[in-house]
């Protein structure tokens, strides 16, 4: 037998569905109606093959695998899922846990689970030296937590906190658990700090703290040995160049006709430089595969479609803007800290911008044009919001930079400001997106018929952040709003300095963050009233009152300018076999509130045997 002909044959068993498995559901195990969703009963087993970049992205698997205590159904309202029920009163909140519920190695998870986190991690200050997580800060006071039996958690705050439910939703799971059981002989609170340091030295590593960060890996999904509440647990070490994840055989989910959730048997990383992402794609080495596929990249991947039996679905993004541009507002150079500050130049950088021939260049015309904000989906937007000051009108551009006394020119146009420096903007960006790097191209073109020269300056990240939080940077091009498809009972992320890494206002942002001890306090009232609606908002259990607050930062994003937002609405492509069912051929695509795919359920989706007897029957893949 041929090589090529034995890896063929191995690939059709590992991808073949198995017969049902034969497995005890827990005793309260949380049952998913299928059909009142449009989707099918599935079979079980199989494998789906993906690509990643690097062996750090298996991490992702715990974003778009959206096993959480709550979670977001695909229609982004809030729902149990690990947890049996939550009863919030006032600021109290009751977690039940599921009767029989087990970790995937079989231990039981029970509230000692979450105590071990809360005392022995969260409130540890070689584990946690910044104290717990600030989602379960209110007013700078952490809640009471106690545990009055095995299946009960409660968290008691003496103010509302609807931060904390959303918090445990989210695209990164802030863990609030813990296997205990699998961690306390790692801790010197259990094992004596003699036997933790040893074991810590064992490992070459410099102290217990360090092992038992490096152990507790339920989100990077590196330590095969770490148990786990996910659908797929990681069954291969760094380095590889292909990461296993089998199936969880204590999964908490289970379909109407009683088989256990994930259907999927195996799930296989394989890594490939960034470069070839796209082309191992067309070439049908990926049953599933998405993130790192991008809107330019459509053309080429229906080329392979027909010859490899995979389908190019376009999920549409939901993000404030592709583009958005952040006018740095505590800039250290003083004058363009007042340039940035004035919202005539705000607004002229804005009315300065063509993005219909950004939205045709980029986007294929197929995107929409306006400020950086929610999209139509979301029941908190208003055309106002995407439109107001978002018009291309150079002459008023033009107008609004004369007023403020930007009149001077040099010898090539580019108007010059007070000092004598010409008007040229430096935009940093990360570089990591090449779409922004061609807007930048386009939008310099653009700026310099009203006078403006723009500089791009590509940066890495982390050093990109620290400039920017050191006050260094003027300008930064990045994409805009994440949460832009909101709810109001959300918190209002990316609209105030009460967010950290905000790139237009970062050392306000630090001063809030470190409660005083650095930055600077905020001295602009139209964001002072974003900072107090923010606060509002956290105290508030009113999802009209949570609503009204959403809609008057929103609309004073759009009056002001603070982000200068150019087209949103690209499409994602996500490519899937076309034998797997489950999978809806149109969904919203982000970071947040979807964890990229995560809401769409990839523990319900399966190979379908029906589909492969057609494709069989008709001679070939597709």
Same mark, same amino acid.
Request: proline share 8%; glycine share 8%; aromatic share 8%.
């Given at each position: 037998?041929?090589?090529?002909?034995?890896?063929?044959?191995?690939?059709?068993?590992?991808?073949?569905?198995?017969?049902?498995?034969?497995?005890?559901?827990?005793?309260?195990?949380?049952?998913?109606?299928?059909?009142?969703?449009?989707? *099918?009963?599935?079979?079980?087993?199989?494998?789906?093959?993906?690509?990643?970049?690097?062996?750090?992205?298996?991490?992702?698997?715990?974003?778009?695998?959206?096993?959480?205590? #709550?979670?977001?159904?695909?229609?982004?309202?809030?729902?149990?899922?690990?947890?049996?029920?939550?009863?919030?009163?006032?600021?109290?909140?009751?977690?039940?846990?599921?009767?029989?519920?087990?970790?995937? %190695?079989?231990?039981?998870?029970?509230?000692?689970?979450?105590?071990?986190?809360?005392?022995? #991690?969260?409130?540890?200050?070689?584990?946690?030296?910044?104290?717990?997580?600030?989602?379960?800060?209110?007013?700078?006071?952490?809640?009471?937590?106690?545990?009055?039996?095995?299946?009960?958690?409660?968290?008691?705050?003496?103010?509302?906190?609807?931060?904390?439910?959303?918090?445990?939703?989210?695209? *990164?799971?802030?863990?609030?658990?813990?296997?205990?059981?699998?961690?306390?002989?790692?801790?010197?609170?259990?094992?004596?700090?003699?036997?933790? %340091?040893?074991?810590?030295?064992?490992?070459?590593?410099?102290?217990?703290?360090?092992?038992?960060? *490096?152990?507790? &890996?339920?989100?990077?999904?590196?330590?095969? &040995?770490?148990?786990?509440?996910?659908? /797929?647990?990681?069954?291969?070490?760094?380095?590889?160049?292909?990461?296993?994840?089998?199936?969880?055989?204590?999964?908490?989910?289970?379909?109407?006709?009683?088989?256990?959730?994930?259907?999927?048997?195996?799930?296989?990383?394989?890594?490939?430089?960034?470069?070839?992402?796209?082309?191992?794609?067309?070439?049908?080495?990926?049953?599933?595969?998405?993130?790192?596929?991008?809107?330019?990249?459509?053309?080429?991947?229906?080329?392979?479609?027909?010859?490899?039996?995979?389908?190019?679905?376009?999920?549409?993004?939901? *993000?404030?803007?592709?583009?958005?541009?952040?006018? !740095?507002?505590?800039?250290?150079?003083?004058?363009?800290?007042?340039? !940035? $500050?004035?919202?005539?130049?705000?607004?002229?950088? =804005?009315?300065?911008?063509?993005?219909?021939?950004? !939205?045709?260049?980029?986007?294929?015309?197929?995107?929409?044009?306006?400020?950086?904000?929610?999209?139509?989906?979301?029941?908190?937007?208003?055309?106002?919001?995407?439109?107001?000051?978002?018009?291309?009108?150079?002459?008023?551009?033009?107008?609004?930079? &004369?007023?403020?006394?930007?009149?001077?020119?040099?010898?090539?146009?580019?108007?010059?400001?007070?000092?004598?420096?010409?008007?040229?903007?430096?935009?940093? =960006?990360?570089?990591?997106?090449?779409?922004?790097?061609?807007?930048?191209?386009?939008?310099?073109?653009?700026?310099?018929?009203?006078?403006?020269?723009?500089?791009?300056?590509?940066?890495?990240?982390?050093?990109?952040?620290?400039?920017?939080?050191?006050?260094?940077?003027?300008? #930064?091009?990045?994409?805009?709003?994440?949460?832009?498809?909101?709810?109001?009972?959300?918190?209002?992320?990316?609209?105030?300095?009460?967010?950290?890494?905000?790139?237009?206002?970062?050392?306000?942002?630090?001063?809030?963050?470190?409660?005083?001890?650095?930055?600077?306090?905020? %001295?602009?009232?139209?964001?002072?009233?974003?900072?107090?609606?923010? $606060?509002? /908002?956290?105290?508030?259990?009113?999802?009209?009152?949570?609503?009204?607050?959403?809609?008057?930062?929103?609309?004073?994003?759009?009056?002001?300018?603070? #982000?200068?937002?150019?087209?949103?609405?690209?499409?994602?492509?996500?490519?899937?076999?076309?034998?797997?069912?489950?999978?809806?051929? $149109?969904?919203?695509?982000?970071?947040?509130?979807?964890?990229?795919?995560?809401?769409?359920?990839?523990?319900?989706?399966?190979? %379908?045997?029906?589909?492969?007897?057609?494709?069989?029957?008709?001679?070939?893949?597709?």
């Amino acid at each position: 037998m041929s090589r090529r002909a034995l890896l063929a044959g191995l690939g059709a068993l590992l991808l073949a569905p198995r017969p049902a498995r034969a497995e005890e559901p827990p005793e309260a195990p949380l049952v998913i109606d299928l059909a009142a969703r449009g989707r *099918r009963l599935g079979q079980a087993g199989g494998a789906v093959r993906t690509l990643i970049a690097k062996a750090r992205d298996v991490r992702y698997l715990s974003v778009y695998g959206y096993t959480r205590l #709550v979670g977001y159904d695909a229609d982004l309202n809030l729902q149990p899922d690990v947890l049996e029920s939550v009863t919030v009163e006032g600021g109290r909140f009751t977690l039940r846990l599921r009767a029989g519920h087990r970790w995937s %190695d079989g231990h039981p998870f029970t509230a000692e689970d979450f105590r071990y986190y809360w005392e022995d #991690v969260a409130n540890d200050p070689d584990l946690s030296p910044g104290g717990p997580p600030d989602f379960l800060i209110v007013e700078g006071k952490p809640p009471a937590v106690s545990f009055p039996d095995a299946r009960t958690v409660v968290y008691a705050w003496e103010r509302p906190n609807p931060r904390f439910l959303p918090a445990l939703a989210a695209p *990164r799971d802030p863990l609030i658990y813990r296997p205990a059981h699998y961690l306390k002989p790692f801790h010197p609170r259990y094992a004596g700090r003699a036997a933790a %340091d040893a074991a810590a030295k064992a490992e070459k590593l410099r102290g217990w703290a360090a092992l038992h960060n *490096r152990l507790d &890996d339920n989100f990077e999904l590196n330590n095969p &040995d770490c148990p786990t509440l996910q659908g /797929w647990r990681p069954r291969t070490r760094s380095p590889a160049t292909r990461f296993v994840f089998e199936r969880n055989p204590h999964y908490h989910r289970v379909d109407t006709a009683g088989t256990r959730l994930p259907y999927l048997d195996t799930i296989l990383m394989d890594v490939a430089s960034t470069g070839l992402l796209v082309a191992k794609t067309n070439a049908g080495e990926a049953d599933l595969m998405f993130r790192g596929l991008a809107m330019n990249d459509i053309p080429s991947l229906r080329e392979g479609e027909r010859a490899h039996g995979y389908r190019t679905h376009l999920w549409p993004v939901a *993000r404030g803007s592709e583009i958005a541009l952040y006018p !740095n507002l505590t800039t250290l150079d003083p004058l363009w800290r007042q340039l !940035n $500050r004035d919202p005539r130049y705000r607004r002229a950088l =804005s009315h300065a911008i063509d993005r219909r021939t950004l !939205n045709n260049t980029l986007l294929f015309g197929l995107g929409t044009e306006g400020n950086d904000t929610v999209v139509s989906e979301s029941p908190l937007y208003a055309p106002e919001m995407r439109t107001r000051n978002a018009t291309y009108d150079p002459a008023e551009a033009a107008r609004l930079l &004369d007023a403020i006394g930007l009149t001077g020119r040099d010898a090539s146009g580019i108007r010059l400001m007070p000092d004598g420096r010409a008007l040229e903007v430096v935009v940093e =960006s990360d570089g990591e997106a090449s779409l922004i790097l061609d807007g930048l191209m386009l939008i310099g073109e653009f700026w310099r018929e009203v006078g403006i020269r723009l500089a791009v300056k590509p940066q890495e990240r982390t050093n990109l952040r620290r400039r920017s939080m050191a006050g260094m940077t003027v300008m #930064v091009a990045a994409q805009g709003l994440d949460l832009a498809v909101p709810t109001a009972i959300m918190p209002p992320t990316g609209l105030s300095p009460a967010q950290a890494d905000h790139y237009a206002w970062p050392r306000w942002s630090l001063n809030l963050e470190s409660r005083g001890a650095g930055g600077e306090p905020c %001295d602009v009232p139209e964001v002072e009233r974003l900072i107090a609606l923010d $606060r509002e /908002w956290r105290m508030s259990t009113d999802p009209a009152r949570q609503g009204a607050i959403w809609r008057e930062m929103l609309m004073n994003h759009a009056e002001n300018q603070w #982000v200068i937002g150019t087209v949103a609405g690209a499409l994602q492509p996500v490519v899937a076999s076309k034998r797997l069912a489950n999978l809806p051929d $149109r969904a919203l695509y982000s970071w947040e509130p979807t964890a990229l795919i995560g809401v769409q359920r990839l523990d319900e989706v399966f190979w %379908d045997r029906a589909a492969e007897r057609n494709a069989a029957a008709g001679g070939g893949r597709g």
